[in-house]
């Protein structure tokens, strides 16, 4: 009796150490096959568009605003230092520390384009993910005329940088971010995006070392909106 009362005492520890075993596997599995969604990538491309997050089109704004309000010279290439973050205790949040030089051109006096360049460190925190990122842009902005009706601006957007998710899995992985769009349109009053179109192309590696590339098109449709369509074909609408 005693020794079947042992045998079932073993078999029984046994079986709670297999099933230990099997959930620190299951567990660990689910790191190590941490796979980028395309709702991964969605979130990534809003996040680096959107003005709550200290994206492009919070950067778009700030160009056409130091055109306005900073006097420049035809010619004559200048620099500033940019350090900006969102108000204490909102969410989501941005900061970001830019470097930027800018050169006016001129047809004879008359301003034709103003270009931009910049790069420096940015981070964003919000409710689904969390970026900790290095930025660098070119901007051309076009449109200057006061005949013209509105502002033209080219652009060139990346981001390179560590993101962790705040959901699912809750992973991080390491992401490269370019944004090119053609032809967006400012209205010159209101400073907001009328339209204009773009690529996007996102590529990285998930915290399991997995590969991960999305490509597709942004689209500005104006009041504040946006859509982005990746791999899928699905559309995707992003708004501020």
Not at 119 to 137: A, E, F, I, Q, V
Not at 169 to 190: G, M, V
Not at 199 to 213: L, Y
Request: hydrophobic share 35%.
């Amino acid at each position: 009796m005693k020794n079947t009362l042992k045998s079932r005492s073993i078999l029984f520890s046994l079986m709670i150490a297999t099933g230990l075993t099997s959930s620190c596997k299951k567990n660990t599995s689910t790191q190590t096959d941490a796979t980028i969604t395309e709702a991964d990538a969605v979130e990534l491309a809003t996040n680096a568009i959107v003005p709550a997050s200290g994206g492009l089109a919070l950067q778009v704004n700030s160009s056409v605003t130091l055109y306005k309000t900073v006097t420049l010279q035809c010619g004559i290439e200048k620099d500033s230092a940019i350090m900006r973050s969102s108000v204490s205790g909102v969410s989501p949040s941005y900061s970001y520390a830019l470097n930027w030089n800018y050169l006016l051109n001129c047809s004879g006096v008359v301003p034709s384009q103003l270009s931009f360049n910049f790069s420096g460190s940015s981070k964003y925190d919000g409710p689904r993910m969390s970026s900790d990122d290095k930025s660098t842009g070119g901007f051309v902005l076009a449109g200057l005329a006061s005949t013209s009706p509105a502002y033209v601006l080219n652009t060139t957007y990346n981001r390179t940088g560590s993101q962790t998710s705040k959901i699912g899995r809750r992973y991080i992985f390491n992401s490269n971010l370019i944004i090119k769009s053609t032809d967006i349109t400012i209205d010159k009053n209101s400073l907001k995006i009328l339209s204009g179109t773009g690529t996007v192309t996102i590529s990285g590696s998930s915290s399991s070392g997995k590969s991960f590339n999305f490509n597709g098109t942004l689209t500005f449709n104006g009041d504040n909106k946006a859509t982005l369509v990746l791999n899928s074909g699905a559309s995707h609408i992003i708004q501020w």
